[in-house]
């Protein structure tokens, strides 16, 4: 059965309302949660970027749900503090955590003040890290040299199983790739066949675990208003890479999303008033093989997409999966 999740976006909100926002979700009836791990937000109206790893503590603590974060180790983290980091949550909170592991986006990694790197290059360091953060969730003491380094470094807070590391992706070459080290995979809202390519891909390249979906929606209770939050909020958002990887600021974004049409923003979020509308889509993707879709509603205030979606969205995908 599909489960179906609520996604925190930290660059949106203050993680105080979001922690609020992610308890009432529990309480409307989702089954599970996920959040963004940024340092910046996409766009100076979003306004927000709170430290997800102290966040996901306290939401673990605060419900019952089970969480993932997607994140970007080998320059802004290193990989053994990542691990540790995993390591800690897992042992606190068995069965609940997995890892999504990417890349990254120069808006949130050029803060070190080290060079961004090539798409190729970066894909390379991700693989040393996630070599680095299985060693050492396996209890191995790790040496490395490499586009990474690390001496001598062993976690002495485990979970007696390590969670999943799982692969995220937007392009079937990168979903290919994924299969070769991945416990699962995750990517966003696309066209059916899309999505389709990308399993396909990543199943015949011999990819295991569950496969999640993260969808961008708005929903206002008229369609003006769905659309308005929607332009607001999250037409920053619409730019395929390498834009969206190598732009690193805000303003950059903003700047550059100044004109972009209503049509455009309409094909990377499910924008309508009509509840109807979106369980329509929403079957679509669990018709696709989806283990875990995370409804990620781009507006900042939670509360009356999450009442609407609990009463008359929820109860009809479960009959649906």
């Known amino acids: 059965m599909t489960a179906i999740g609520f996604h925190a976006s930290h660059e949106q909100i203050h993680p105080r309302a979001l922690l609020d926002a992610v308890s009432h979700a529990e309480h409307v009836g989702f089954d599970a949660a996920m959040c963004?791990?940024?340092?910046?937000?996409?766009?100076?109206?979003?306004?927000?970027?709170?430290?997800?790893?102290?966040?996901?503590?306290?939401?673990?603590?605060?419900?019952?749900?089970?969480?993932?974060?997607?994140?970007?180790?080998?320059?802004?983290?290193?990989?053994?503090?990542?691990?540790?980091?995993?390591?800690?949550?897992?042992?606190?909170?068995?069965?609940?955590?997995?890892?999504?592991?990417?890349?990254?986006?120069?808006?949130?990694?050029?803060i070190t003040g080290e060079p961004w790197p090539r798409k190729d290059v970066r894909n390379a360091r991700l693989r040393e890290c996630v070599e680095v953060i299985r060693a050492l969730l396996a209890g191995e003491e790790v040496s490395h040299d490499g586009l990474v380094r690390v001496d001598r470094a062993r976690l002495w807070t485990r979970p007696e199983r390590?969670?999943?590391?799982?692969?995220?992706?937007?392009?079937?070459?990168?979903?290919?790739?994924?299969?070769?080290?991945?416990?699962?995979?995750?990517?966003?809202?696309?066209?059916?066949?899309?999505?389709?390519?990308?399993?396909?891909?990543?199943?015949?390249?011999?990819?295991?675990?569950?496969?999640?979906?993260?969808?961008?929606?708005?929903?206002?209770?008229?369609?003006?208003?769905?659309?308005?939050?929607?332009?607001?909020?999250?037409?920053?958002?619409?730019?395929?890479?390498?834009?969206?990887?190598?732009?690193?600021?805000?303003?950059?974004?903003?700047?550059?999303?100044?004109?972009?049409?209503?049509?455009?923003?309409?094909?990377?979020?499910n924008i309508s008033a009509d509840l109807g509308r979106h369980v329509a889509w929403l079957e679509e993707y669990i018709d696709l093989g989806f283990d875990q879709i995370a409804l990620h509603h781009v507006g900042q205030e939670q509360r009356p997409f999450l009442d609407a979606f609990g009463d008359r969205v929820l109860p009809k995908l479960r009959r649906v999966a």
């Open 162 to 269: 390590p969670p999943a590391l799982v692969g995220a992706a937007v392009s079937v070459e990168t979903a290919r790739w994924c299969a070769e080290w991945a416990d699962g995979l995750i990517t966003v809202n696309a066209p059916a066949e899309h999505l389709r390519r990308m399993i396909d891909a990543y199943r015949e390249a011999g990819g295991r675990g569950p496969l999640h979906l993260q969808v961008h929606l708005s929903w206002a209770p008229a369609q003006a208003e769905a659309e308005a939050i929607a332009y607001d909020q999250w037409r920053s958002n619409v730019f395929a890479p390498p834009v969206c990887w190598d732009l690193d600021t805000p303003e950059h974004f903003d700047v550059v999303s100044a004109e972009v049409p209503m049509a455009r923003l309409a094909e990377v979020v």
């Open 36 to 110: 963004s791990d940024h340092f910046a937000p996409w766009s100076e109206r979003q306004g927000q970027s709170g430290f997800a790893w102290s966040w996901l503590g306290a939401a673990l603590q605060a419900t019952g749900l089970s969480f993932g974060v997607v994140n970007a180790p080998g320059q802004r983290y290193h990989p053994a503090i990542i691990a540790q980091a995993i390591g800690t949550l897992a042992a606190m909170y068995p069965g609940r955590f997995w890892a999504a592991l990417g890349s990254g986006e120069a808006a949130n990694e050029h």
